[in-house]
């Protein structure tokens, strides 16, 4: 009777594990598609993959590719991954390092003698840990009175950054997010391997790795098959946010979820560039006093920088991750190296919560209670109310940028400062001190009137990408 009953027990027992299996997959399933219930054929959506150990274990579509011919999503749709890209950017600049056809310490202005001579070497780390002091393309763009929606080529960015007259800080010493270090990374591999990125990418990355339906996007008229479209919802309905950019680096990677399960998995087992170059991939930045770069920090956590990559953590799980979000495009790649997980999510929806929505995700594989306490806010809180004696009216005119290329009128309506511009139109300003000023085009800034011998001059003007950009006052 042993003998037989040897063989029932191992295959009772092996019954039970793959039905538990099943059970628990069907179960993660359940829950992850109640993370998306909102989203049907009359919404745009998300595409999902969840690999475990180098294995997809889940990947799903949700919603509409595009709502005007009712193409569903699915995990082959093809998304635009917004900053999800510079990670690819950095690593293509660390394959030419290795190949010993550049190094980290050149100085940029070898390779990019348009650039002004700030008195400070940039070098080519600086422009990947995003510590170059450099000015960002879009925060100068919306400030020159572009609209993101325009056409905008790499030619027209790197104009505009030639033009620019000082940084926003000394290389090597600080931290500042900034796209046009990864335009010029993008070009510098033009430079360097006689080839397009996009074509330079292709060769060396997507298709060593097979991943067929991923490209550097650098023509906004070229037709790609079986992509998705951005949306919003506004004024009752879903409207397209168009996308029209000519320009790789920082952006415009092309690619699904089921290709990212593909380049998340190159960083466990090497097919493009070997083990050491990961682990130097991997690495924090630092600066050149060797601290370390902080993207961020708050009361629960520190998110250091690391080439396309933050590196930090979820309730205890070492986690690298790079969100994305350009148009209503939104993208999320989240990899739990301790674990084995990767979660990766693309979007075409511009109301979609990357974060809130991939750890949802992330925790129906951890298998941890989700922690209560949320994020620090990072801005500061609000002062009260402070009544300035100052006449404001004085700093009505006209104002013009050189570097810009480009002019802003100060005028006075119902009580209160409006910055005009011929593209941009009205900007309400809001009073925070007697010749400071906040308001917001694209992305919020602060502007500061300035006086010489009590006759006002001119006002700098900042934003997250770009620190004191002067206008000088033209006399009427």
């Not at 070229?222 to 029209?244: D, H, I, Q, T």
Request: glycine fraction near 6%.
């Amino acid at each position: 009777m042993k003998n037989l009953a040897n063989p029932f027990l191992q295959f009772f027992l092996l019954w039970v594990s793959i039905h538990g299996f099943a059970q628990n997959n069907n179960n993660v399933a359940k829950a992850i598609d109640g993370l998306f219930a909102s989203y049907n054929e009359n919404t745009p959506g998300v595409a999902v993959a969840v690999v475990k150990n180098g294995t997809i274990v889940f990947k799903k579509g949700y919603g509409q590719a595009t709502l005007e011919y009712d193409v569903p999503i699915t995990s082959q749709t093809i998304f635009h991954a917004a900053s999800v890209s510079k990670q690819f950017t950095a690593f293509a600049i660390y394959l030419l390092e290795k190949d010993g056809q550049i190094s980290f310490d050149d100085n940029v202005r070898a390779y990019f003698p348009e650039l002004p001579d700030y008195g400070k070497i940039i070098k080519i780390k600086h422009l990947l840990s995003h510590t170059s002091g450099l000015r960002d393309q879009w925060a100068l763009l919306t400030l020159a009175g572009w609209s993101l929606e325009d056409v905008i080529t790499t030619e027209q960015i790197l104009d505009l950054a030639y033009n620019q007259k000082e940084l926003n800080f000394e290389p090597g010493t600080a931290f500042g997010y900034c796209n046009t270090s990864y335009t010029l990374l993008a070009k510098l591999v033009e430079k360097i391997s006689g080839q397009s990125f996009a074509e330079f990418t292709k060769q060396q990355i997507f298709e060593p790795l097979q991943m067929d339906h991923t490209q550097f996007h650098d023509d906004h008229q070229k037709v790609v098959k079986n992509r998705a479209y951005s949306y919003e919802f506004k004024n009752g309905g879903y409207s397209k946010k168009e996308l029209n950019y000519s320009n790789v680096g920082p952006t415009s990677l092309f690619t699904t979820v089921e290709d990212l399960a593909k380049w998340a998995n190159n960083y466990d087992n090497p097919v493009v560039g070997d083990k050491k170059l990961i682990r130097r991939f991997n690495r924090v930045s630092t600066f050149e006093n060797g601290e370390a770069v902080v993207y961020r920090q708050t009361q629960k956590d520190t998110l250091y920088h690391a080439k396309g990559q933050l590196i930090w953590n979820h309730k205890g799980h070492r986690l690298m991750s790079h969100g994305g979000h350009d148009a209503g495009f939104r993208a999320f790649l989240a990899r739990f190296p301790d674990d084995g997980l990767t979660i990766i999510t693309l979007s075409n929806d511009e109301h979609y919560d990357i974060l809130k929505k991939g750890f949802e995700i992330a925790d129906t594989y951890l298998n941890e209670e989700r922690s209560k306490k949320e994020n620090q806010d990072l801005l500061p809180k609000s002062k009260s109310t402070t009544a300035f004696k100052n006449n404001i009216k004085e700093f009505m005119g006209s104002y013009a940028s050189e570097e810009l290329k480009t002019t802003y009128e100060v005028l006075y309506e119902n009580d209160a400062l409006v910055l005009k511009h011929h593209r941009l139109g009205h900007m309400k300003l809001a009073q925070q001190g007697e010749a400071t000023f906040t308001g917001s085009n694209y992305f919020n800034f602060q502007l500061t009137f300035l006086k010489e011998k009590g006759k006002v001059t001119g006002f700098s003007i900042s934003n997250f990408g770009v620190k004191n950009l002067m206008f000088a006052k033209i006399d009427s």
